[in-house]
């Protein structure tokens, strides 16, 4: 099981950059440059920034990315929702009605409470917090 995907990992990387910048305008061209990333690659994850609302992008010469929420807002519980969907470590095989333990299963109580500490950690997570341990 794969926690983190690229996509996410690359995402997180450039809201690092972008946020980097102080609220100066960054170009993809830079962030290509600077996250030795596939040019057609980033441009997708940034295009879903953008559509998603953590991004401002603006066009023509001197364009590029902005930040539209502070780095102190954006967890990476957020950016893991928007490229993996939502964060499930415990989603039962059975249905209610296939199973008569569901609503006393002891494996399912335990797992809950893993995936409440995890999420807890991932939404402490924010591309502040990272940018300050570079």
Do not use: W
């Not at 059975?94 to 939404?123: G, H, N, P, R, T």
């Amino acid at each position: 099981m794969k926690l983190i995907t690229r996509n996410t990992d690359y995402a997180v990387r450039a809201l690092c950059c972008i946020a980097e910048q102080k609220q100066e305008v960054i170009s993809a061209d830079q962030l290509v440059k600077s996250l030795e990333m596939p040019r057609p690659f980033l441009r997708k994850i940034l295009q879903i920034l953008n559509k998603e609302g953590l991004l401002n992008s603006s066009k023509g010469k001197g364009g590029g990315f902005t930040l539209t929420v502070s780095p102190e807002e954006i967890t990476l519980a957020d950016v893991m929702k928007i490229f993996q969907g939502p964060i499930k470590l415990n989603e039962c095989k059975f249905k209610k009605s296939d199973c008569s333990c569901i609503s006393d299963c002891l494996l399912k109580k335990k797992i809950d409470e893993i995936e409440e500490e995890v999420m807890a950690k991932l939404k402490a997570i924010t591309i502040e917090s990272i940018i300050k341990r570079r």
